[in-house]
């Protein structure tokens, strides 16, 4: 079964750093291009970062870039959110999305998610 | 960035219904668009992607159509698991932005 599961959300008081990553299973993680986005409580989606299968192209929302960094771990089949200067507006749920073609950047594969919270 | 905008922002709609739910681009994006659904405390899902090709596995209920600036999602018969939140996304460029939402609750 090709699934995404998200871990490292926690509670992080603000200016500090964490680090998110996503284990896919049932597929070959560096074959496809990837995604984070995250959700606020009560908001709605907003896009974060990609990251090309060959890893040569990396995108960031204005919101994050500077302070976020993402990459992939090709050996453990993982992706990765490096997220730092956090502040209160990051709190929400983090999800890392699969992109299933070299040129469509629309999302197939959801993991369930991971929440930061950060807050003093 | 590209902004994106749906409508309505919410309504109420019975099991029956047919649906239509738009979604506007600030700029053209060809058929550079998706379709999710979410449900309250779940992971968006797929369901169109090419402003028109239905994800494997959703209903054929789910259409979706446009080009350029404008789409609609329709659901032709509503279903009582199809009250959800539905997002619309364009992926023509990065940032690669989704609409706020439109949220279709029980009436």
């Known amino acids: 079964e090709v699934q995404l599961v998200e871990s490292g959300g926690d509670l992080v008081q603000p200016g500090g750093s964490l680090r998110l990553s996503c284990a896919a299973s049932?597929?070959?993680?560096?074959?496809?291009?990837m995604n984070w986005v995250r959700q606020a409580p009560g908001k709605g989606l907003e896009w974060l970062s990609y990251?090309?299968?060959?890893?040569?192209?990396?995108y960031y929302a204005d919101s994050v870039k500077g302070r976020f960094t993402i990459s992939r771990d090709t050996a453990k089949n993982s992706l990765y959110l490096q997220m730092g200067s956090l502040r209160a507006e990051d709190t929400a749920v983090y999800y890392c999305?699969?992109?299933?073609?070299?040129?469509?950047?629309?999302?197939?594969?959801w993991g369930k998610g991971t929440t930061v919270t950060v807050s003093s | 960035a590209i902004r994106m905008t749906q409508s309505p922002s919410s309504f109420s709609a019975s099991t029956g219904d047919r649906v239509t739910i738009t979604c506007r681009a600030s700029?053209?994006?060809?058929?550079?668009l998706a379709w999710y659904q979410q449900k309250p405390g779940k992971a968006p899902k797929l369901l169109i992607y090419?402003?028109?090709t239905l994800q494997s596995g959703v209903p054929s209920r789910f259409s979706g159509s446009g080009s350029g600036t404008d789409f609609t999602l329709t659901i032709s018969c509503l279903q009582s698991e199809d009250f959800a939140t539905y997002y619309c996304?364009?992926?023509?460029?990065?940032?690669?932005?989704f609409g706020p939402g439109t949220k279709v609750g029980v009436k």
């Open positions: 999305a699969r992109v299933p073609t070299r040129t469509y950047y629309y999302m197939d594969v």
């Open positions: 049932g597929f070959t993680l560096s074959g496809y291009s």
């Open positions: 990251i090309s299968s060959s890893t040569s192209t990396i």
């Open positions: 700029q053209g994006i060809s058929s550079y």
């Open positions: 090419a402003a028109s």
């Open positions: 996304q364009q992926y023509y460029s990065y940032p690669f932005t």
